[in-house]
């Protein structure tokens, strides 16, 4: 069974910022440390956890982009343990903090591969795909939190 965790220690961070690198930049060929960016200190980092084995089997974080609105992101789950709800599990979890935060709305700047997940969770489409790092586009995402 997974768990939602936040890193803490040193090597939670460790790991956690690793499996993002893994997920999210090493396929690419992108440098250690674009993974980061600059909200890392402003951020509540979420982590799904298997509670037998330690492992990190996905990460999420969430900042509040402007008043009242919650902007989740580097949203990656380990290749070998995605397509198990383990996504759907992270999203759940940061809409729930969100809310208890008093967000109304929630966004991503979601990859263009990812849209259909996102609208799966009750996100649409509302910006124009731009490019990232020169190897995806990203769009921004949104929906309103029912309280
Ligand atoms: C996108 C990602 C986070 C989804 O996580 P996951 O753990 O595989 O997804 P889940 O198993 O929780 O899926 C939940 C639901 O979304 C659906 N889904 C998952 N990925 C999807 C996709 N790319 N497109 C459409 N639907 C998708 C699942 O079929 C499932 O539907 P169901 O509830 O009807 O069975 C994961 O595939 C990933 O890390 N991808 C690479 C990195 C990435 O693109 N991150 C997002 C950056 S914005």
Redesign the pocket.
């Known amino acids: 069974m997974s768990v939602i965790k936040t890193p803490k220690t040193r090597e939670d961070f460790k790991a956690y910022y690793a499996l993002r690198y893994r997920?999210?930049r090493e396929p690419w060929g992108h440098p250690k440390g674009t993974e980061k960016d600059d909200y890392e200190p402003i951020s509540e980092h979420f982590m799904a956890v298997d509670e037998t084995t330690s492992e990190i089997l996905?990460v999420i974080k969430l900042h509040e982009k402007s008043p009242g609105i919650g902007q989740v992101s580097h949203?990656?789950?380990a290749p070998e343990h995605?397509?198990?709800?383990?996504?759907?599990?992270l999203i759940d979890a940061v809409e729930k903090r969100a809310r208890e935060l008093g967000y109304k709305t929630m966004g991503?700047m979601?990859?263009v591969?990812?849209t259909?997940?996102f609208e799966?969770h009750g996100y649409h489409i509302a910006g124009i795909p731009v490019p990232h790092l020169g190897t995806t586009h990203l769009v921004w995402m949104e929906k309103e939190l029912n309280p």
Not at 82 to 89: A, W
């Open positions: 997920v999210l996905g949203l990656a789950v995605q397509k198990q709800g383990i996504g759907k599990f991503a979601a990859r591969t990812a259909a997940f799966k």
